[in-house]
């Protein structure tokens, strides 16, 4: 009976490798299809910041430094007495007062999506 208890247990073991062997490949294809991927959004994500500097935008956009032709242009549109959120947008405003929505457009926080929490 040892015999046939070793061989079972070295058919369980063996079956146990083929399993691990398998998963291993699948993990190495998976491994290979995401490293080729991340190369493939490394040379977008390069070609689009070449498109945007030839488009007029400088690293400083980025950061938030200065404001974007965009951001200029809708200025250029809330100087001159027109709202620019979206709330009002091409109205004009009041006698040229501030509007919070237009301010919020042109200037506000870049970190969209943190909020402050409240504290009970």
Do not use: P, W
């Not at 491994?31 to 490394?42: C, F, I, Q, V, Y």
């Not at 250029?76 to 109205?91: E, W």
């Amino acid at each position: 009976m040892a015999d046939k208890d070793l061989y079972d247990e070295f058919e369980t073991i063996t079956d146990q490798l083929n399993d691990i062997s398998k998963k291993v490949s699948l993990l190495k294809e998976e491994l290979s299809k995401t490293l080729e991927e991340k190369e493939e959004l490394k040379m977008e994500n390069h070609n689009l910041r070449k498109h945007l500097e030839q488009s007029g935008y400088e690293e400083e956009d980025f950061d938030g430094n200065k404001l974007s032709n965009s951001r200029l242009n809708l200025e250029n549109l809330y100087l001159k007495g027109f709202h620019v959120c979206q709330q009002f947008y091409g109205a004009h405003r009041d006698s040229h007062e501030d509007c919070i929505f237009c301010t919020d457009v042109l200037y506000g926080n870049k970190k969209k999506g943190k909020k402050n929490k409240v504290k009970n």
